[in-house]
T-cell receptor
Framework: ELKVEQNPLFLSMQEGKNYTIYCNYS?????LYWYRQDPGKSLESLFV?????AVKQEGRLMASLDTKARLSTLHITAAVHDLSATYFC??????????????FGQGTRLTINP | KAGVTQTPRYLIKTRGQQVTLSCSPI?????VSWYQQTPGQGLQFLFE???????NKGNFPGRFSGRQFSNSRSEMNVSTLELGDSALYLC?????????????FGPGTRLLVL
C-alpha cells in the first residue's frame, strides 16, 4: 500500500525566513503534485512534477522531485503571511496509460507570523 | 471560465439515510474525481469517471457509488449513512484525467451525519 508522508505536519515560522516541507512516498512514481488549501476552502493546484530532477518555481515557492529518493520538497523563500495555509503533496498511482488516482499526504499546516 | 461547482454546499443527514451529491466540472473537462476529506483520515480518493465510465476506484465500501452523465456532470451517492461519513466531499475535474494533468477542485460539500 502506498504511503505518502509529509514532514513536518505543523510549521510555525516568521516572515522573511526560509523553510522546506518534505514529502516522502513509498513506491516508485515520477508523478507528484503539490496543492494548497486555505481554511474552509478547496484545494488549489501549485505544481505538477513529472520527472526525476524536475524543479518548478512560482514566486516564493519552489518544488522539486527526486524519484530515486522518493522525495519531493517544497521550499519557501522569505516567507510572507499570505503563504499561511495547509500544503498537500499527492502521488499519482494511476496506470501510465490510464487515469489519475491521487494519494495525498497528511498535509502540512503552515503558519507565518509577522 | 466557470470553475468546478458542487451542490449542495452543506448537508445534514441522520444515520441510515442516503445522500446524493452533485458536481459540475469545468466546461470541456471530461474527467471527474471524487475525494473524501476528514480530520482523521485526510484526503482519500473515492473514484474517477470519464465518459460515463468509472475508471478508478478507491478503498471505500459499496455504500459509496457514483455516476457520470453524458454532459460530464457527476453525482456520488452514499447509502445507509454512518457517523463516520461526516466529511468534506471534494470533486475535481481535468480535461481527460490523463497522468500529469492538473486537477481543479470544487469548493466541496460538507456533510454532517447525526
Amino acid at each position: 500500500e502506498l504511503k505518502v508522508e509529509q514532514n513536518p505536519l505543523f510549521l510555525s515560522m516568521q516572515e522573511g525566513k526560509n523553510y522546506t516541507i518534505y514529502c516522502n512516498y513509498s513506491t516508485t512514481s515520477d508523478r507528484l503534485y503539490w496543492y494548497r488549501q486555505d481554511p474552509g476552502k478547496s484545494l488549489e493546484s501549485l505544481f505538477v512534477l513529472l520527472s526525476n530532477g524536475a524543479v518548478k518555481q512560482e514566486g516564493r515557492l519552489m518544488a522539486s522531485l527526486d524519484t530515486k529518493a522518493r522525495l519531493s520538497t517544497l521550499h519557501i523563500t522569505a516567507a510572507v503571511h499570505d503563504l499561511s495555509a495547509t500544503y498537500f503533496c499527492a502521488v499519482d498511482l494511476g496506470e501510465r496509460q490510464g487515469a489519475q488516482k491521487l494519494v495525498f499526504g497528511q498535509g502540512t499546516r503552515l503558519t507565518i507570523n509577522p | 471560465k466557470a470553475g468546478v461547482t458542487q451542490t449542495p454546499r452543506y448537508l445534514i443527514k441522520t444515520r441510515g439515510q442516503q445522500v446524493t451529491l452533485s458536481c459540475s466540472p469545468i466546461s470541456g473537462h471530461r474527467s471527474v474525481s471524487w475525494y473524501q476529506q476528514t480530520p482523521g483520515q485526510g484526503l482519500q480518493f473515492l473514484f474517477e469517471y470519464f465518459s460515463e465510465t468509472q475508471r478508478n476506484k478507491g478503498n471505500f465500501p459499496g455504500r459509496f457509488s457514483g455516476r457520470q452523465f453524458s454532459n460530464s456532470r457527476s453525482e456520488m451517492n452514499v447509502s445507509t449513512l454512518e457517523l463516520g461519513d461526516s466529511a468534506l466531499y471534494l470533486c475535481a475535474s481535468s480535461l481527460v484525467g490523463r497522468i500529469g494533468e492538473t486537477q481543479y477542485f470544487g469548493p466541496g460539500t460538507r456533510l454532517l451525519v447525526l
